[in-house]
């Protein structure tokens, strides 16, 4: 297949890392385009390196793939400097596998990661010149599909999508494709289509429900415009996750952020952490089995050529076959100079040994999450871990010879005071104490500890979903009392701050939790020219400002209003699996610190288990 | 064990640059199997290097690379070439690997001369650029670096320069040893709009085509490809050939 690229070879010399638009990397999949029925085009609005680390995207690429009468290609964000060039010379964006243009397909599914990045759905939909109003498309533009985490608030984005796919991609998107192909083939109506894909198990089809608020600017009723349609939409959950796993990733000339192989060894969190939202979506809990992860591992390496192959969850120390995956990666592939890495590892006796055998002990350094300061803070948010713990953890790995730990906390954590905040400061300092009670001959130099602060952001389906985000005034307040704080420490020359900008942590916030009239907000801001708002050097405050003085909505209704648990949420109509109920039981808990067990320790019904026949095993 | 490569790099790989390219053949090396020397230290990498880095935007057929091996293992080279090859992307090709005695220099302090094709698509273009290469006696492109200016006589530092490549290839013969059958194949002799030369190189004074081009402006667009890298002064012998 000769293909020609889509860009010119004076604009590709003009832009910075052109080998973002080229495509042709390794396991690429190439098909002959007359034996196809459908084209998909996957996106993920961010630029290319990190889009190309995104896992989700490699597997529904290989699943659709897998169908013969199915292309699927890829794009991703055009970066700032061909943006320019693009709605300049009026050229259309295109996807990477055969350089044609995006409008010319079937289907461009967009997955949402992060809110920061729905005015790049914009850009991406406003390049590939698809109207960027679901109502203003016809027949022969491409039906957009959103999906991933966002999606299950997808509210927010609601005018610009046709369909919203709640769950995981294993399930449903064949059923989906097959009535595509079968409604296609005939006098094809887009609107007809939409109402009959609406009624799969999973797909949320935002045009066809409507959405009314009381006179406090509440939801009051929230109804499909036909009686056929269901009234709530169940999220997909792979039951069997031996079924696709893409031996075969993709793999960029150019350094991506995710720059190895990557293997998913477990879906879902036993931990229950009131403020993660992965850890009730995920839900419930799915190991895949060792034998089988043990030769996806080898074939990824044979396909792929990597030289580090990365094991993926939310809480890989929970993952029953964890300590046999690692040591057996460790023996295959140490001769073959294959690295290991470990992310998402809590620190204890077997992580410090496997670590001091896969990494430069003097280069790393050693990670705790705490995300809160002090006990009472912890046992708020459910996260199970102790200064003690933390602490013995810490001696273990100085012991061992690191020297280096990075510390995440969470500011504006509900019911937080100021003295859980100086606590911060206060377990920083105790770290440190504790390395230099180790003999000065014993020890490997200076103690070096950084504190990351993230500022919290609620999220839907989080036992947190009700509760009053901070302003960025008090968030930036907050951060000022914890640099205090920090510099009044012994040993604070030790200790370095890094923390979130107040800002883009409240817009996040809107997004999160914001209903369908935030539409127009985003569309003044990506017409005001934001973009890429994840980036701080692009993130323009003041526009989105003006966004929403101009659109007269007040960002506090969505993030710093406290909401009662009576009242009707955007997301209300995604049955997650994990019940109201348990949210609410949660949240009462949360107010009185009251620590919940993990699933492996108890379950505590949160509802997740009807998606597996016999429930949860542990 | 030693070995060089030679291999092609076309089309739209020529907007991978150089660092990507390492770690490109470092997993091309994986995926095939061979059988590379690693250095030692915690973070071991294959042993390898090039004989001289091409820059962004231009493609060639006579890139080298010089590498460590353990073994042959249980392939000859050529089969070696055909492994690696099917693993490629098609675009990026190894057209030889030759094993050579422990003691050989590595590519890259040897080289001292390269060959180039420049396409300017336009006949009279090319004719205008041969006018004012021999049209002057001298030709000063000044380098600037940051510490020094350095005057660069391009009549002297470019040795060979035809529109024909007919009269390029007996001029080549004249003082190079190289492969003209190989070249052959990626070239068409008739082709019009090009420009053939041989450039003095290496790691002192390393000349560019785009040198030329910079110097006699008005001509942008053009693409060049790397035909050839040599070893020598005034007399040169091609990287391929021993």
């Known amino acids: 297949m000769d293909r020609k690229l889509a860009l010119e070879r004076n604009i590709l010399m003009s832009v910075e890392k052109p080998a973002r638009y080229i495509g042709n990397e390794i396991n690429m999949v190439k098909k002959d385009l007359n034996d196809i029925d459908i084209r ?65 397909f079937d289907f461009l599914g967009i997955t949402l990661q992060y809110e920061m990045c729905y005015t790049n759905v914009l850009q991406v939909l406003d390049l590939s010149q698809i109207p960027l109003f679901a ?12 999906g991933g985490p966002c999606s299950y608030n997808p509210e927010p984005l609601a005018d610009f999508f046709d369909i919203f796919y709640i769950g995981e991609g294993e399930t449903v998107y064949d059923e989906l494709l097959d009535l595509y192909k079968d409604m296609r083939n005939k006098d094809y109506d887009r609107h007809e289509f939409l109402r009959k894909a609406a009624m799969i198990e999973g797909l949320y089809v935002p045009s066809l429900y409507s959405v009314e608020y009381d006179a406090n600017g509440l939801i009051s009723s929230f109804e499909p415009i036909y009686e056929e349609l269901p009234h709530k939409i169940r999220k997909q959950a792979a039951t069997d996750l031996e079924e696709y796993y893409p031996k075969n990733p993709l793999v960029p000339y150019i350094k991506v952020t995710q720059d190895r192989a990557v293997l998913e060894i477990m879906r879902g969190c036993i931990r229950g952490c009131r403020f993660c939202q992965a850890g009730m979506i995920y839900r419930p809990l799915r190991e895949r089995n060792a034998d089988y992860l043990k030769s996806l591992a080898g074939e990824m390496i044979d ?23 690692v040591y057996y990666l460790i023996d295959e592939f140490s001769d073959k100079k294959v690295n290991i890495s470990l992310p998402s590892l809590r620190i204890d ?51 061992s010879g690191w020297n280096r730990v990075k510390l995440y906390f969470m500011l504006g954590l509900p019911t937080e005071t100021y003295d859980d905040i100086e606590a911060i400061a206060k377990l920083a300092e105790s770290i440190a104490e504790e390395y230099y009670t180790i003999p000065k001959e014993e020890r490997n130099g200076k103690v070096n500890i950084v504190v990351s602060t993230s500022l919290f952001v609620p999220k839907p389906f989080t036992p947190f979903q009700w509760v009053s985000m901070n302003k960025a005034e008090e968030f930036t307040d907050k951060k000022g009392f914890l640099m205090s704080k920090i510099k009044e420490q012994l040993n604070q020359k030790s200790i370095k701050y890094n923390c979130h900008d107040s800002e883009v942590s409240v817009l996040e916030g809107v997004f999160a939790r914001g209903d369908r009239r935030c539409a127009k907000v985003i569309y003044s801001a990506y017409k005001k020219g934001c973009m890429f708002d994840s980036w701080s050097e692009f993130f323009d405050a003041g526009k989105w400002e003006e966004a929403f003085l101009e659109n007269d909505i007040d960002p ?19 049955d997650i699996g994990v019940t109201k109920e348990f949210l609410i039981r949660e949240y ?29 095993r542990f | 064990m030693k070995a060089r490569l030679r291999f092609v790099k076309l089309g739209e790989m020529q907007y991978i640059g150089h660092l990507d390219l390492m770690r490109y053949f470092q997993k091309l090396f994986r995926r095939s199997g061979l059988y590379m020397s690693y250095s030692k230290g915690f973070n ?69 001369a390269a060959s180039y094709r420049v396409e300017l698509f336009s006949e009279d273009a090319v004719k205008d650029v041969e006018r004012f290469f021999y049209g002057n006696e001298s030709i000063v492109y000044i380098k600037e670096t940051k510490k020094s200016k350095k005057e660069i ?90």
């Not at chain 1, 506090?556 to 955007?570: C, I, N, Q």
Request: some cysteine.
């Open chain 1, 40 to 104: 998909f085009c996957m996106c993920f609005p961010d630029v290319y390196e990190i889009g190309m680390s995104h896992l989700g995207i490699q597997i529904l690429y290989d699943m659709f793939n897998k169908r013969d009468d199915t292309y699927c290609e890829r794009v991703y964000s055009p970066w700032k400097d061909l943006d320019e060039i693009m709605r300049r010379e009026n050229i259309p964006l295109f996807a990477l596998e055969s350089q044609q243009p995006v409008k010319d």
């Open chain 1, 135 to 146: 109502a203003d498309r016809g027949n022969d533009d491409p039906i957009v599909i959103g």
């Open chain 1, 303 to 325: 396909s792929t050529g990597y030289e580090e192959i990365s094991l993926s969850s939310l809480s890989s120390s929970d993952c029953s076959c964890i300590k046999e995956m």
């Open chain 2, 153 to 242: 006589d391009l009549r002297k530092e470019i040795p060979i320069l035809s529109a024909d490549y007919n009269v390029f290839s007996d001029e080549m013969s004249k003082i190079c040893i190289y492969d003209h059958d190989y070249e052959k194949k990626y070239i068409d002799a008739g082709e019009k709009g090009c420009i053939y030369m041989l450039c003095r190189a290496g790691s002192v004074l390393n000349i560019k085509p785009e040198m030329l081009f910079d110097i006699y402006g008005k001509i942008t667009g053009y693409q060049i490809m790397r035909l050839d890298m040599l070893s020598g002064e005034d007399k040169y012998v091609s990287m391929s050939v021993g």
């Open chain 1, 588 to 616: 009462e808990n949360s107010k009185k610190a009251v620590v919940t067990p993990n699933c492996k320790e108890k379950c505590s019904g949160c509802g997740a288990s009807s998606y597996l026949k016999g429930g949860c």
């Open chain 1, 556 to 574: 506090s209704f969505y993030t710093a209003r406290e909401r009662s648990t009576g009242e009707m949420l955007p997301w209300d109509f995604i």
């Open chain 2, 44 to 112: 071991p990498h294959q042993i390898m290097s090039f004989a001289s880095p091409l820059g962004v935007g231009l493609t060639s057929i006579g890139e080298y690379l010089d590498i460590s091996l353990e073994s042959l293992g249980e392939h000859t080279e050529s089969e070696w070439i055909d492994i690696i090859n099917a693993r490629s992307n098609g675009l990026i090709l190894v057209t030889a690997f030759m094993i050579m005695p422990d003691d050989t220099k590595p590519s890259m302090s040897l080289l001292g």
């Open chain 1, 349 to 399: 006796a077997f992580s410090l040994d496997v670590m001091s055998k896969v990494q430069d002990i003097r280069k790393s350094s050693l990670t705790f999450a705490p995300e809160a300061g002090s006990q009472r803070m912890r046992d708020v948010i459910n996260k199970g871990l102790t200064e003690e713990i933390i602490l013995s953890g810490a001696m273990d790995a100085f012991k």
